[in-house]
């Protein structure tokens, strides 16, 4: 079993930044790709970022150029740099831990609201 937990949303102005953290633990062995989703109100979840153990990166086009997603592999921590924030990146804001048997965690989630 895995456990995900997030902290660092909160309630930003336009153009502010926030920094959210995903620290794992539990059963994690070998490779996996951790990342963020998110669910903005009345909306499905969709892919915000992923990095693998290995580095590499993917990122929604909405938000490239400004979040940066990290890792630290020795924690077993994520990171999400979130820069520039707009209103429309209000939501709430999922921690996600792949496998390499495919098997997906979830964290309970952190509100992230981007508001003047």
């Known amino acids: 079993q895995v456990q995900l937990v997030e902290s660092g949303g909160g309630l930003v102005q336009p153009g502010g930044s926030l920094r959210l953290s995903c620290a794992a633990s539990?059963?994690?062995?070998?490779?996996?790709?951790m990342g963020w989703y998110r669910q903005p109100p009345g909306k499905q979840r969709e892919l915000v970022a992923t990095l693998t153990t290995g580095g590499s990166t993917n990122y929604a086009g909405s938000v490239k150029g400004r979040f940066t997603i990290s890792r630290d592999n020795a924690k077993n921590t994520v990171y999400l740099q979130m820069n520039s924030l707009k209103p429309e990146d209000t939501a709430l804001y999922y921690c996600n831990l792949r496998n390499s048997f495919r098997f997906d965690y979830w964290g309970q989630g952190t509100q992230v609201t981007v508001s003047s």
């Open positions: 539990g059963s994690i062995f070998g490779s996996n790709v």
